[in-house]
């Protein structure tokens, strides 16, 4: 008898202990994934605005109109970009901006708007791969500072410009030959830029390459590409290398000239100066293709909504004519501009648009359902616990022991 009570007040104790350490369990994991998802409805931090930088190196990505309103692109991206945040419910104002770091020396390095805390966005053909370079002001990777939008807008890839001749006689040279043909040939590539370094990694199939400037520059103000497209036109270099969209940009609209910047240039297609690989979607061999996206500044209270914002953006069907737009105009198709739009405050929503906030909203509404819903089980299982708790203090009393005892006794 004294046998068969230790074992049924040993399964008693085991089956409480069990049953306790159960609850905590489920109480814990219910409570701190309730407090993690009430947190993280609570803590979407805003900006107080947002500033966009436009970088205009290619007209079809970002150029600015004489109105002073912006095109291309990047012009349809403001306007999306302020229609989405409006759709958000947030009255934040999108600032289009001019940048001063394009192909400058250390007065004005890249990315330095972001850096400097001057903007939040920065829209221009800016490729993902340009996180892998250094600033040259500290020699630490850009992806420490900056970082880019999951989305792309635009794929592009490396050629040349080059005299027509040039490029006649490389379309003729066979393929067996070619490689050591574009290894010979003197290319100019600008420092700290994503071409040069590719020419860096691919060295052996490009061994002629010139980094420009050559010589530290004395005006960190000027525009570095106008020492590589000088020596280009006296025939100091062969060719020039930057990515296809950018090339396109100088052949057939030239450069604006900006007194203390840079000079100015005609198209240069005037001059018998082509793109090589001529073909449409063909670019230099071996050498790695671009995916350009939007530069968001790194490590700020609002990184993660912007940057899913500007996600957003750039899935929205409203650019499409614009992505088609930028891939025309570097295959050299003679298009119409974009139409630049003004940018609005409070834009009207389409029936989509409504759809998708009424969705938005119904996703708040089921997270806080959720949320209410764990805290309830939260609290059944604590009050399961106080059961539990209460039935192992009866069991292990002198009163539980000698019911125990009488019952055993009568059995």
């Known amino acids: 008898m004294a046998f068969l009570h230790f074992k049924k007040k040993s399964f008693k104790f085991i089956t409480v202990t069990f049953l306790v350490s159960s609850i905590c369990i489920f109480c814990d994991r219910a409570v701190s994934q309730t407090n993690s998802q009430a947190n993280n409805l609570a803590k979407t931090i805003y900006p107080e605005q947002i500033r966009v930088g436009i970088r205009t190196a290619s007209s079809a990505i970002g150029s600015k109109n004489k109105d002073g309103s912006y095109g291309g692109f990047c012009g349809e991206f403001l306007n999306t970009l302020q229609q989405e945040v409006s759709r958000q419910n947030q009255q934040i104002p999108v600032i289009a901006k001019d940048i001063a770091n394009q192909y400058r020396g250390r007065e004005y390095p890249r990315y330095d708007g972001l850096i400097a805390n001057q903007i939040e966005i920065e829209c221009g053909p800016n490729s993902r791969s340009s996180l892998k370079l250094k600033d040259i002001r500290d020699n630490k990777p850009f992806r420490r500072k900056i970082q880019f939008s999951r989305k792309n807008f635009h794929t592009t890839g490396i050629k040349l410009l080059l005299n027509k ?80 969209i950018i090339l396109r940009t100088l052949l057939e609209e030239g450069v604006a000239g900006e007194p203390g910047y840079r000079k100015s240039r005609q198209p240069l297609k005037n001059y018998n100066y082509v793109l090589y690989p001529q073909q449409p979607g063909i670019y230099l061999p071996n050498l790695e293709q671009q995916q350009y996206g939007i530069a968001i500044k790194n490590q700020t209270p609002y990184f993660k909504w912007l940057r899913k914002t500007v996600d957003r953006v750039l899935d929205n069907p409203s650019l499409n004519q614009a992505k088609q737009y930028i891939k025309e105009y570097e295959n050299g198709k003679e298009i119409e501009s974009i139409p630049s739009k003004e940018i609005k405050s409070t834009p009207k929503t389409s029936p989509k648009q409504e759809s998708e906030e009424n969705k938005d909203k119904g996703s708040r509404f089921d997270q806080i359902l959720e949320i209410l819903g764990k805290a309830t089980l939260a609290i059944t299982g604590l009050t399961a616990l106080v059961k539990a708790f209460s039935s192992l203090g009866e069991a292990f009393s002198p009163d539980g022991r000698n019911k125990e005892s009488e019952e055993s006794e009568s059995g």
């Not at 040069?196 to 002629?208: A, E, G, T, V």
């Not at 010139?210 to 025939?235: F, H, S, W």
């Open 165 to 244: 001749e040039t490029a006649e006689e490389l379309e003729n040279t066979p393929a067996n030959q070619l490689k050591d043909k574009l290894s010979a040939l003197p290319i100019a590539a600008l420092r700290d830029t994503t071409t040069l370094k590719q020419f860096r990694i691919n060295k052996d199939s490009y061994k002629s390459f010139i980094p420009y400037p050559r010589k530290k520059q004395i005006n960190q103000k000027l525009d570095v590409r106008d020492l590589a497209l000088d020596d280009l036109e006296a025939g100091k270099v062969k060719a020039f290398a930057s990515d296809a």
